[in-house]
């Protein structure tokens, strides 16, 4: 898959792709990434990428012109059509929240041209003429779409297969269908006691089924603790057993067994 980011900054790229478990994914070429300065394709001495706002106020708004320059040598760099055509992702506060089926989604695409705006935004005309998808990271606003473009990069490139140190360990993630869209358990490691507190001595056991059982509870205690919308969800969905809603209804708790 190819993601073209079209970036004022893409020096901030250069420590996701080359750092951590992911760059797996970028160095094989299975998540291949291509940045794009606004500004190359700006005119004048300046290289102009925004202007101020018609109507006054704060801050800047980025040109439309330069924007528009720069997705047409995206598109003609990849060959593409009026068929076909790669979405224009925008990072914007109305977007739709980015949540795990999204990256999943994502993860299994050919990939996406992402726009990082910056200032105050984009010129609407842009958006209206050329996004395709708006996403958001949550209720609250970063100082560009560099962040957010870094984030949807990061939980894609590890899901692609042979990324991570063991295939199937993101299938236990929070949040994955694997684990019925539960938050995931407590995990520990050596020392078994550290500052006169031991590891859980379900862990401990080497009893298989004990350890898994001891693990659900955990899962589910957590889940209905921090995030009762997804045990809610869960329930709904015919997920939870039997022996979870005995599990919840002696949590002290509200929304145990609901």
């Given amino acids: 898959m190819r993601f073209d980011i079209i970036t004022l900054f893409p020096e901030l790229f250069a420590p996701l792709l080359a750092s ?43 040109l439309a012109e330069p924007l528009a320059r720069c997705l047409a040598a995206i598109r003609a760099a990849r060959s593409e059509g009026p068929e076909g055509q790669a ?3 925008l990072f914007s506060p109305i977007g739709q929240r980015l949540d795990h089926a999204g990256v999943q989604a994502w993860a299994g695409s050919t990939g996406a041209i992402l726009l990082c705006g910056r200032y105050e935004g984009v010129d609407q005309r842009f958006i209206d003429r050329h996004v395709d998808v708006q996403i958001s990271l949550g209720d609250f606003v970063l100082s560009g779409g560099e962040i957010a473009a870094m984030a949807l990069l990061d939980a894609v490139a590890r899901l692609q297969p042979g990324v991570l140190h063991d295939a199937g360990s993101h299938q236990l993630d929070s949040f994955n269908p694997a684990l019925d869209g539960l938050l995931d358990c407590p995990h520990y490691t050596r020392p078994e006691v ?27 205690a957590i889940t209905a603790r921090h995030r009762p919308d997804l045990l809610a969800q869960a329930r709904a969905q015919g997920a939870l057993g039997r022996a979870d809603e005995a599990f919840l209804a002696q949590l002290p708790l509200a929304g145990g067994a609901g």
């Fill in 87 to 89: 979405p224009l992702v």
């Fill in 20 to 62: 951590g478990v992911t760059r797996r994914a970028y160095a094989s070429g299975q998540v291949e990434v291509r940045l794009w300065n606004p500004r190359d394709h700006a005119e004048g001495n300046y290289r102009r990428v925004d202007d101020r706002p018609f109507g006054g106020g704060p801050g800047m708004v980025m």
């Fill in 194 to 220: 550290w500052q006169g507190e031991a590891a859980p001595p379900a862990l401990l056991s080497g009893h298989h089924a004990q350890i898994e059982r001891w693990r659900r509870e955990q899962r589910l």
